[in-house]
């Protein structure tokens, strides 16, 4: 049974750094490719960030220079740096695991700025 389980979001003040972590359970993770992404209330689910199995990234335009996607083979942990944080940021943060056509999703964290 694959599961993928967030943790770290919460309420933050603009300015404030969070780091949202995404621990996976049954999948060989070191292979697959994963993924951060968010949608807001109202609006459409997008790509936050990604890193691929030998741990080239990339980011959404929005958040380049502040967040920093990382991972941890041996932990089978993905996690999710966000510094600068922004209102526009707040979301559901959910993790992706993806292979060979294949998505795994987790439930996602809730991640909210405001002062």
């Known amino acids: 049974q694959v599961q993928l389980v967030e943790s770290g979001g919460g309420l933050v003040q603009p300015g404030g750094s969070l780091r949202l972590s995404c621990a996976a359970s049954?999948?060989?993770?070191?292979?697959?490719?994963m993924g951060w992404y968010r949608q807001a209330p109202g609006k459409q689910r997008e790509l936050v960030a990604g890193i691929t199995s030998v741990g080239s990234t990339n980011y959404a335009d929005s958040v380049k220079g502040r967040f920093t996607i990382s991972r941890d083979n041996a932990k089978n942990t993905v996690y999710l740096q966000m510094n600068s944080l922004k209102p526009e940021d707040t979301a559901v943060y959910c993790c992706?695991?993806?292979?060979?056509?294949?998505?795994?999703w987790g439930q996602g964290t809730q991640v909210t700025v405001s002062s």
């Open positions: 992706d695991a993806a292979r060979g056509g294949v998505d795994y």
């Open positions: 049954g999948i060989i993770f070191r292979f697959y490719r």
